[in-house]
């Protein structure tokens, strides 16, 4: 009496309504108020976000030691909370060496990508352009432009007030590069 389109036809309702009335039962599920007050929290931090101050970070690394040689870094870094897990920014470097009668300034800027993949492990990225001038005691100069590219990854030990130890590594391998791998880094960021 019904031909093979109606019962085709029968069949796709049918199912149809069964796979509603199991997705609508799998998604009856009980929320916790914890998981309720945290669902409101990410609604009023989507239509609020955070003023510009509030995600601003800096910090950097300092360090140095004198005699012979004599050794001074600064590295100040400023960057922008992207998401709460993930900041950019930029950086300046300043070194200096001096070893008997050679002299040597490194300046140059970076650009960075910092991720926190756990709660206090990071991943970090930055690529940094330095300038390298030298001297030594015979008045012989030279200058080169070295591109470097650290990739590595770190602890970092949280809070408003953070400092990290990262294990980093140059992939550009520039000969003229003042890094050798790995490179052991210590530094911090702060949040305003």
């Known amino acids: 009496m019904f031909g093979p389109l109606f019962l085709i036809m029968r069949n796709s309702i049918l199912f149809s309504i069964l796979m509603l009335a199991f997705s609508v039962q799998l998604y009856a599920q009980k929320t916790t108020e914890d998981e309720y007050a945290t669902a409101i929290n990410k609604n009023a931090e989507k239509n609020n976000p955070k003023p510009l101050r509030d995600r601003l970070v800096f910090g950097g690394n300092l360090g140095g030691y004198f005699g012979n040689p004599t050794y ?13 897990s993930w900041y950019n920014g930029i950086g300046l470097n300043y070194t200096f060496i001096a070893l008997g009668g050679y002299r040597e300034n490194m300046i140059g800027g970076s650009v960075w990508s910092r991720a926190y993949i756990a709660q206090r492990l990071i991943a970090h990225s930055e690529f940094e352009m330095l300038r390298r001038e030298a001297r030594d005691n015979f008045g012989n100069r030279s200058l080169a432009n070295v591109p470097v590219w650290l990739v590595g990854a770190g602890y970092a030990s949280g809070g408003p007030i953070g400092f990290s130890a990262m294990i980093m590594y140059d992939l550009i391998q520039d000969p003229n590069s003042p890094y050798s791998n790995p490179i052991i880094r210590l530094g911090g960021l702060f949040g305003f």
Request: no cysteine; proline share 15%; net charge positive.
């Open 72 to 84: 001074l870094q600064v590295s100040p870094m400023l960057g922008y909370r992207t998401t709460p």
